[in-house]
Nanobody, 124 residues
């Protein structure tokens, strides 16, 4: 069984930054894909970014390119989402998820394990 724990969410002003962390425990292989998704109230869960636990390749959604960075490293089995130049439309619950096989994907249905989510609120 795999468990994911997100942290780092909070309240930030427009233009500010936050760094989210996703820590995994359990049976994880370095080539498995890890994704960040977000869900605003009343909306579907949308893809944000993806990476493998080993750190490459990476893939960013169009709405966050140039503002967000996804990376891995530091602590073992931990992935980070650096969010800069935050906008009110970035407000959502952010979820970390991992696939049970190699490679990355933007498809929410390809992710088997999910964290509990962390709230990000960008105030104007």
């Amino acid at each position: 069984q795999v468990q994911l724990v997100e942290s780092g969410g909070g309240l930030v002003q427009v233009g500010g930054s936050l760094r989210l962390s996703c820590a995994a425990s359990g049976r994880i292989f370095s080539t498995y894909g890890v994704g960040w998704f977000r869900q605003a109230p009343g909306k579907e869960r949308d893809f944000v970014a993806a990476i493998t636990w080993s750190g490459a390749p990476t893939y960013l959604g169009n709405s966050v390119k140039g503002r967000f960075t996804i990376s891995s490293g530091g602590a073992k089995n931990t992935v980070y989402l650096q969010m800069d130049s935050l906008k009110p439309e970035d407000t959502a619950v952010y979820y970390c998820a991992t696939r049970r096989y190699s490679g990355i994907s933007s498809n929410v249905n390809e992710y088997a394990y999910w964290g509990q989510g962390t709230q990000v609120t960008v105030s104007s």
